[in-house]
């Protein structure tokens, strides 16, 4: 029985693991396709997203058949219930790259992200990837200081986003009213994909420790 569980938990782990990297691609693409105009990349992150909708059910799965037939206890438990919730975290980090692809494919061959801000949007693009890969990394190794360091992370997606709404309410920003509302709602994808990032590393460090570190995305 012991066996049984440990195995459907390495099956369940490698599945959030793999769901993690392809989040972390699918904002990579997306970024590309929305910086650089570059079509065949957003639709490779639309068409891409239901292979992440298949692998949270695939995690989804394993997650039932060790709550119902090999009934975990203590930090199996929490280890079981905490992998259901980062399933989700992840296939949202993958929705929301598919929702700045999608801004991407709706203006072509027009750029939605205007010159003046595009070195914003790349340096969040890569955070948001870096915070992914760190985010896999932490449920593969249970790594507490790594799961630290993606709270780090989000400090800076966080003053990215604050200096993306600067150049907005600025004077001297020269678009209109529907290039201001396109980059505030891509803005908030890019900051809610990083929440999904720390909401996944402190529920890792949950499981580890048997505490809340603070407050979890949701």
Do not use: N, W
């Amino acid at each position: 029985m012991r066996d049984s569980l440990e195995a459907l938990l390495d099956q369940l782990a490698d599945t959030l693991t793999l769901l993690g990297h392809e989040a972390a691609i699918a904002m990579q693409r997306a970024t590309a396709a929305l910086v650089d105009c570059r079509l065949r990349l957003a639709e490779q992150v639309i068409s891409g997203d239901t292979d992440i909708d298949d692998l949270r059910a695939q995690a989804d799965e394993f997650a039932t058949q060790a709550l119902a037939l090999q009934q975990p206890v203590a930090t199996d438990l929490r280890a079981v219930v905490a992998a259901i919730h980062v399933a989700s975290d992840f296939e949202r980090m993958g929705g929301l790259a598919k929702h700045v692809a999608t801004s991407a494919r709706r203006r072509y061959p027009d750029r939605v992200v205007p010159e003046s801000v595009q070195p914003l949007f790349r340096s969040m693009g890569e955070v948001s990837v870096d915070l992914a890969r760190k985010a896999a990394e932490v449920v593969r190794t249970r790594d507490v200081q790594l799961a630290e360091a993606i709270d780090r992370g989000d400090d800076e997606m966080d003053r990215l986003h604050r200096e993306l709404f600067a150049v907005l309410m600025a004077p001297g920003f020269g678009g209109d009213v529907q290039a201001a509302v396109d980059l505030t709602l891509l803005g908030r994808f890019y900051e809610r994909y990083a929440d999904h990032a720390v909401a996944v590393s402190r529920r890792v460090v949950y499981v580890v420790t048997g505490s809340r570190p603070g407050p979890l995305a949701v």
